[in-house]
């Protein structure tokens, strides 16, 4: 093992920011994990405005993405960043760059396996569900085997996104697989035992039941499903009904907006980013997700960490995978299905590739409040999943997962 060596060697985690979704959580918490083993490299094409727990020594490369421009110049920062990360391989000895999502992927693969006497693993972490995310065309086909053919290993972080991978994008199977993202459960249990700012105090005293969403505020989250649920709970019995959301994004003036049409300012604590999701998750009753889709929701098993029990919609890729592990990943709830570690219920209509729906009629929106309605209800029902938490919790454990990665370092 890594550890047992008396020397530690470097490597590096590549990223496109430290401020946007689960994707690039998920890069920070590996720099604390794998920091016990190597020399850790946080290296970020954009360093500013970090708001991740990271261990390890940031390199801020200062390549942000080409917002305005035709493809001229999307392509030349794009080999800009290529040579910059070839050189970091090279001067730094890299063991390992272990990189996520599209871009870095990309630039990863591109910059090459190091030199004479220094061997870089190129591992790339693919985040999302590919066939929905992404236009299925020839482009991104030639992408995703690009990069599956010339890293030594692609990861999937969920099995449904694996095998939609292979089959609809062409990846070979040899060249892929899953590790799920993983939480440090005793980093949660500390943190939600933490006291929690005043302004939430007087918000949660004066509401009885809380609903929690935690996640960035883009079209995909589809938190205006939230505004929409709580104020049908409010009219139907629940007028002591809250929401949470935690995050910040491009939606949160729709998001404000929306809440102010529908009179419930008062109802909805929304406080943008924050470091300690977790003490509000605790302080909650339900947390809920009903996202168009996922690659694997870790908020999830963090939320069943926290004892706070979850309904999610039945999304393609990662929510069946945590709180339905038993069952096949191609089952679909046909309306509200009590599975082991949680509730799912009807996933929405979405068409793919970011064409996004309207909700007029879709049954899943009835899915989804008679869910949460039961729940805020039935004290048996909440109390059996807060006893299964950290059962669910456990199998995306940072303990779990560690060993598959430092393997793949070494190997």
Partial sequence: MASHKSQKENIAVLVQNG??????????????????????????????????????KKVDLRIPPIKEGGAFKRASNTIK????????KKDLKLKAVISHLNGADLVNVLSGKGFAGNRCR??????????????CNAVYKFLHRLIGSFADRYICVSKMAACDMNENFGVKKRDLSVIYNF?????????????????????RRSHGKLIINVGRMEKVKRQERLVKLLLKLRDNGFEDAGLVILGDGPLRTELVSLASQMHLSDH???????????????????FVLCSDYEGLPMVLTEAAACGLPCVSCDMPSGAREILAPDTDIHEHAEDIEY??????????????????SEDNGDPAGSSLYKACEEMLADKTKTERYIKTGMECAERFSEKKAIGRWIKLIEN
């Fill in 183 to 203: 939480s440090d459960l005793s980093r949660i249990e500390s943190l939600m035992k933490k006291q929690l700012p005043d302004d939430f105090e007087t918000f």
């Fill in 339 to 356: 599975a082991k570690y949680g509730v799912l219920t009807r996933a929405f209509r979405y068409e793919g590739g970011g064409r996004h």
């Fill in 122 to 135: 190129v591992i790339c972490v693919f985040h999302s569900m590919p066939s929905v995310d992404e236009p």
């Fill in 19 to 56: 401020y946007g979704g689960g994707a690039e959580r998920m890069a920070a918490n590996m720099t604390l994990a794998l920091s016990h083993y190597y020399n850790v490299y946080y290296v970020l094409f954009d360093g500013e405005g970090i708001i991740y727990e990271y261990a390890g």
């Fill in 268 to 286: 909805i604590f929304m406080p943008g980013n924050v470091s300690n999701p977790f003490m509000y998750m605790a302080a909650s009753d339900l």
């Fill in 81 to 88: 960043r290529v040579a910059t990360v070839r050189k970091l």
